[in-house]
């Protein structure tokens, strides 16, 4: 089992109009097309325990920053990083950066 998911939060860099995670119910939001789709899974799993159900997420040729930046979604997924690697990551001007606990897999009782 890969345990490299557990301890992650999704970096969610989402544009001004966006004032929370719920905000992004029933939108798409860009995702970069080198994740998995266990990973996705994860990602909107945590989106809608963060209040946003119903999110869709979408790859693309470019990057998800780019789709964000170019208006082509509200939001955008730009990591799957460790809590300690959220917390430095920069604020972008004009945009609100949400950090989505990833919830660790299950996994049988450890003896």
């Known amino acids: 089992m890969d345990a490299s998911l557990d301890a992650l939060v999704a970096v969610l860099v989402a544009g001004p109009n966006v004032k929370s995670v719920s905000d992004l ?11 998995s789709e266990s990973s996705i899974s ?7 325990a963060a209040g946003a159900p119903d999110v869709q997420l979408s790859k693309g040729q470019t990057t998800a920053i780019s789709r964000l930046v170019g208006k082509e979604v509200p939001a955008a997924v730009v990591g799957l990083v460790s809590t300690r690697a959220a917390d430095g990551f920069p604020e972008i001007a004009r945009y609100k950066t949400f950090q989505i606990p990833l919830k660790p897999r299950s996994s049988p009782a450890e003896p």
């Open 25 to 35: 119910t029933g939108k798409t939001i860009a995702i970069d097309d080198r994740y």
């Open 42 to 48: 994860r990602v909107r799993t945590a989106m809608a």
